[in-house]
């Protein structure tokens, strides 16, 4: 086997490599992983501060900005959608710490893939429709 055709290896502690291949992708070396893991953890700060501010904005301007609304169920679906968000980066952040001092297993990856996916669809759903609420609201014609 020519060192192209060798599975990609992961270094542990003891600078031992171990081969390993995960559904025909090559393992990630410990400083990717850790490179990768940053770089998720710094997606969903932000994540989580725009929800966060969205709602608090939200809440905040409700009222003032719209004293008869229309539509209300949008708004509360879309102060929903940013928990859910927030709810949801929360959880994957906290995966990824857990994460740090052990093996991840396969079913674990599928949750924290699918909360990072929730994290982000929750406050693209939230923008929508306050968007949407606000468009109805500002009577122009929709």
Do not use: C
């Amino acid at each position: 086997m020519s060192k192209s055709e060798q599975p990609a290896k992961i270094l542990q502690s003891s600078d031992e490599p171990v081969q390993k291949e995960q559904l025909g992708k090559p393992f990630l070396t410990i400083e990717e992983a850790r490179a990768h893991d940053a770089q998720v953890i710094d997606y969903l700060k932000h994540v989580t501060t725009l929800s966060t501010g969205s709602l608090v904005l939200e809440i905040g301007f409700l009222e003032k900005a719209f004293p008869n609304p229309q539509w209300k169920s949008l708004a509360a679906l879309s102060l929903i959608s940013f928990v859910l968000s927030i709810v949801a980066s929360v959880r994957v952040y906290a995966g990824i710490l857990n994460s740090r001092s052990r093996r991840v297993n396969p079913a674990e990856t599928k949750v924290l893939k699918s909360g990072s996916y929730l994290s982000w669809m929750g406050f693209l759903l939230g923008i929508i429709l306050l968007s949407l609420f606000g468009l109805k609201n500002l009577n122009l014609g929709f």
